[in-house]
């Protein structure tokens, strides 16, 4: 199993990224999560594997959308009017329970994470 995050980089306040995660699989529940320097972990953003279902941090929703493309066992995440506050660590994850999507100890396997970093 495994999953790789790339898409990061440096972007002004305002501006746009789009995140991929490339899966070794299909068929999972998968998730963004992000860790800024000196904080926890956190959750961010999660899909069902058909995609039919989303779940949001309430600090993206709005900016952030998170959709898959299974025949490519890739998930994104198209972030927009990005902020400062935004930079951080990104991180992809699956996991194969359903249950409380936001909660990170439910997940399985993960990725490296990319870098995201918003100037002011």
């Known amino acids: 199993v495994q999953l790789q995050a790339f898409g990061g980089g440096l972007v002004q306040a305002g501006g746009s990224l789009r995140l991929s995660c490339a899966a070794s699989?299909?068929?999972?529940?998968m998730g963004w999560f992000r860790q800024a320097p000196g904080k926890e972990r956190e959750f961010v953003a999660a899909?069902?594997?058909?995609?039919?279902?989303?779940y949001y941090a309430d600090s993206v929703k709005g900016r952030f959308t998170i959709s898959r493309d299974n025949a490519k066992n890739t998930v994104y995440l198209q972030m927009n009017s990005l902020k400062p506050e935004d930079t951080a660590v990104y991180y992809c994850?699956?996991?194969?329970?359903?249950?409380?999507?936001?909660?990170?100890?439910?997940?399985?396997?993960w990725g490296q994470g990319t870098q995201v970093t918003v100037s002011s």
């Open positions: 699989f299909s068929r999972y529940i």
């Open positions: 899909i069902s594997w058909s995609g039919g279902s989303t």
């Open positions: 994850a699956a996991r194969t329970s359903s249950g409380s999507y936001p909660n990170i100890n439910e997940y399985d396997y």
